[in-house]
């Protein structure tokens, strides 16, 4: 005793739809449980800059970078002057953005983000990916 037309073509359609659902479920949940991106990492530190968040801003630097952002006394002009500017003023200077040039290589990562007026101005920001979490360690 076979299946009928009419019912083999039933269970094929519960099959496949139970198939595609199982499929979609497991991409919701990996891209759920995934780590941010590098450009994601850097569009949440912009975000936090605009808001004036520096408990954010923290979060998502490290080392070197993470000392910069929380002393904006250092003398060395050269390197303070793109985190003192952020903090003052990161506001008014991000009030239009865009990421640009995207490199990732390994464990590295280099972004460009066109800011300003006109989009004219650049900043570099250099990230590492530590425990799978991308985190920024220096803005240039």
């Known amino acids: 005793m076979g299946f009928t037309d ?7 359609l519960t099959v496949s739809t139970v198939g595609v659902s199982v499929i979609l479920v497991a991409i919701v ?15 949440d530190f912009v975000a936090a800059i605009r808001s004036g968040d520096g408990e954010k801003m923290e979060q998502l ?8 952002l929380g ?3 250092v003398l060395d002009v050269e390197q303070s002057q793109p985190w003192y500017n952020l903090k003052t003023n990161g ?35 250099y990230l590492l990916r530590r425990d799978k979490a991308w985190k920024i360690y220096d803005i240039r």
């Not at 449980?33 to 450009?39: A, F, G, K, L």
């Not at 991000?94 to 004219?120: H, K, P, Q, W």
């Open 6 to 12: 009419e019912l083999r073509k039933k269970l094929l």
């Open 61 to 68: 630097t490290e080392g070197e970078a993470l000392a910069q």
């Open 29 to 43: 949940i990996v891209a759920a449980v995934s780590p941010p991106s590098p450009e994601a990492v850097v569009n």
């Open 71 to 73: 002393d904006t006394t």
């Open 91 to 125: 506001e008014e200077i991000y009030r239009e953005f865009r990421i640009g040039e995207v490199e990732v290589s390994n464990d590295t990562a280099r972004i460009v983000v066109f800011y300003g007026a006109g989009l004219f101005q650049e900043h570099e920001y």
